[in-house]
């Protein structure tokens, strides 16, 4: 009898006990803090501030999950990145951009997030754009976008008030009022053009404006005619870049031959140039060192087809495909990437959001500077998005390449034919290599 309540007795403490050793090890998994790893690429004081204070946020609001941001300087940021990527080095969350995303994909470092995605609350409530970018690069949802750098006109409203002049709606009318508006003696020029890093991107806007949506094979990849050939052997091509060069000589500064983004930037703000074609960013820096009035913003210049095309670039988050806290990254992905944050950032950073109800949420996003933004979104069949090849392989070596080639046109040492002969067989052979990739 002694035996049986003995055993009895330690067959309810094991009961008893049971639940509390379950519960105890689930409180502290709960407990448990998971430090995520987070590097950004386009690196600036004020912009690593605002992700700051979106990560802060969030970490109050999941005090278990801790973000370390590294952000390292603008010129060696993707370096490092890639450095980072290659080691798999403790990275959960990476800053992933157009010029880098089929690099990151085919090496394996970046993880598809269409799990997560088809489950996403706000995935309704995202712009058609964004819907058709979180896949665009890779066929998966390997990128969430933050945002776009969508380009609109820039200009002097003193100035043409001055001249009696409004915002010109072509190419012809921006060279014309450029060229009436340029006086060397007073170092004041039409506009501020992009011979430097990039530039090649503001020829690609005039080959497109001048062959025209129909004959392209497709938005996304448009240096390619519906044949398969080239954009570059179509016969408009020349008369684009003779204009491209026009531009250059005839009303813009001769050193910008050599400008980038923060030279073209500062000649308009500085007071040198008359007009410049940027991204929405260039809002803030206008706001901040220029007084009201003095300038304003329009609707991109159409071509002779009556279009403009424009690339509408963009950059996301991404998660590695080596994380070990997968959940959480997505987590802070999303909150990123939400309605509210979002368009905190987007409005602080000066970009198009990625949520269609941005506008209604907050209408700095449909008023005053923003607002050519909007006009150009109600009439795609006239401003169109349009991207050079970037899924191609090739075209990680022909940035630099291109820049190159158009610096020794517009110096006079190559000529028209030569520099479209040199892009046409770089991208035949690219297509020959690589096969139809659009």
């Given at each position: 009898?002694?035996?049986?309540?003995?055993?009895?007795?330690?067959?309810?403490?094991?009961?008893?006990?049971?639940?509390?050793?379950?519960?105890?090890?689930?409180?502290?998994?709960?407990?448990?803090?998971?430090?995520?790893?987070?590097?950004?690429?386009?690196?600036?004081?004020?912009?690593?501030?605002?992700?700051?204070?979106?990560?802060?946020?969030?970490?109050?609001?999941?005090?278990?999950?801790?973000?370390?941001?590294?952000?390292?300087?603008?010129?060696?940021?993707?370096?490092?990145?890639?450095?980072?990527?290659?080691?798999?080095?403790?990275?959960?969350?990476?800053?992933?951009?157009?010029?880098?995303?089929?690099?990151?994909?085919?090496?394996?470092?970046?993880?598809?997030?269409?799990?997560?995605?088809?489950?996403?609350?706000?995935?309704?409530?995202?712009?058609?754009?964004?819907?058709?970018?979180?896949?665009?690069?890779?066929?998966?949802?390997?990128?969430?976008?933050?945002?776009?750098?969508?380009?609109?006109?820039?200009?002097?409203?003193?100035?043409?008030?001055?001249?009696?002049?409004?915002?010109?709606?072509?190419?012809?009318?921006?060279?014309?009022?450029?060229?009436?508006?340029?006086?060397?003696?007073?170092?004041?020029?039409?506009?501020?053009?992009?011979?430097?890093?990039?530039?090649?991107?503001?020829?690609?806007?005039?080959?497109?404006?001048?062959?025209?949506?129909?004959?392209?094979?497709?938005?996304?990849?448009?240096?390619?005619?519906?044949?398969?050939?080239?954009?570059?052997?179509?016969?408009?091509?020349?008369?684009?870049?003779?204009?491209?060069?026009?531009?250059?000589?005839?009303?813009?500064?001769?050193?910008?031959?050599?400008?980038?983004?923060?030279e073209m930037v500062q000649g308009f703000i500085g007071?040198?140039?008359?007009?410049?074609?940027?991204?929405?960013?260039?809002?803030?820096?206008?706001?901040?060192?220029?007084?009201?009035?003095?300038?304003?913003?329009?609707?991109?210049?159409?071509?002779?087809?009556?279009?403009?095309?424009?690339?509408?670039?963009?950059?996301?988050?991404?998660?590695?495909?080596?994380?070990?806290?997968?959940?959480?990254?997505?987590?802070?992905?999303?909150?990123?990437?939400?309605?509210?944050?979002?368009?905190?950032?987007?409005?602080?950073?000066?970009?198009?959001?990625?949520?269609?109800?941005?506008?209604?949420?907050?209408?700095?996003?449909?008023?005053?500077?923003?607002?050519?933004?909007?006009?150009?979104?109600?009439?795609?069949?006239?401003?169109?998005?349009?991207?050079?090849?970037?899924?191609?392989?090739?075209?990680g070596s022909y940035w630099s390449e291109a820049d190159?080639?158009?610096?020794?046109?517009?110096?006079?040492?190559?000529?028209?034919?030569?520099?479209?002969?040199?892009?046409?067989?770089?991208?035949?052979?690219?297509?020959?290599?690589?096969?139809?990739?659009?």
């Open positions: 009898m002694n035996t049986k309540r003995i055993l009895m007795a330690l067959l309810c403490m094991c009961i008893v006990m049971v639940p509390i050793f379950s519960g105890g090890t689930k409180e502290s998994t709960k407990s448990e803090t998971v430090n995520l790893r987070m590097i950004e690429s386009l690196t600036s004081p004020s912009r690593t501030a605002l992700l700051q204070s979106l990560i802060d946020e969030f970490e109050q609001a999941n005090p278990n999950i801790k973000v370390e941001l590294i952000s390292p300087p603008l010129k060696e940021a993707d370096n490092k990145i890639t450095q980072m990527l290659m080691a798999s080095n403790n990275i959960d969350i990476v800053e992933t951009r157009e010029q880098t995303a089929i690099q990151f994909i085919n090496n394996g470092w970046i993880e598809p997030m269409d799990r997560y995605v088809e489950s996403w609350d706000e995935y309704e409530n995202l712009s058609e754009t964004t819907k058709v970018s979180i896949t665009r690069l890779g066929g998966k949802a390997y990128m969430i976008p933050y945002g776009y750098y969508q380009r609109c006109l820039y200009y002097r409203a003193d100035w043409f008030e001055e001249a009696g002049f409004e915002a010109p709606k072509s190419w012809q009318e921006l060279y014309d009022i450029g060229k009436a508006l340029t006086d060397p003696k007073k170092n004041r020029y039409g506009y501020s053009f992009r011979g430097g890093a990039g530039g090649m991107n503001y020829a690609d806007m005039l080959y497109w404006a001048y062959i025209g949506d129909d004959q392209i094979a497709s938005n996304d990849a448009a240096y390619f005619l519906n044949d398969g050939s080239t954009i570059f052997s179509h016969p408009k091509a020349k008369e684009a870049l003779e204009f491209h060069k026009a531009l250059y000589e005839d009303i813009s500064p001769k050193d910008s031959i050599q400008w980038a983004f923060a007071g040198t140039t008359a007009m410049l074609i940027q991204d929405p960013e260039v809002i803030v820096t206008c706001q901040d060192n220029m007084k009201e009035g003095t300038w304003a913003t329009a609707p991109l210049p159409i071509g002779p087809t009556g279009e403009s095309h424009f690339p509408n670039g963009y950059a996301g988050w991404s998660m590695t495909s080596f994380s070990e806290h997968k959940d959480e990254a997505w987590k802070l992905i999303s909150f990123l990437s939400g309605s509210y944050g979002n368009t905190y950032f987007a409005k602080n950073y000066s970009l198009i959001p990625i949520h269609a109800t941005a506008a209604d949420v907050d209408p700095v996003f449909r008023e005053g500077p923003f607002a050519p933004f909007l006009e150009m979104d109600k009439s795609p069949e006239v401003f169109i998005h349009t991207m050079s090849p970037q899924q191609y392989l090739a075209f190159r080639w158009y610096q020794k046109y517009l110096a006079g040492t190559v000529t028209v034919e030569e520099v479209l002969q040199f892009m046409d067989n770089y991208w035949s052979d690219a297509q020959e290599k690589e096969g139809v990739l659009y």
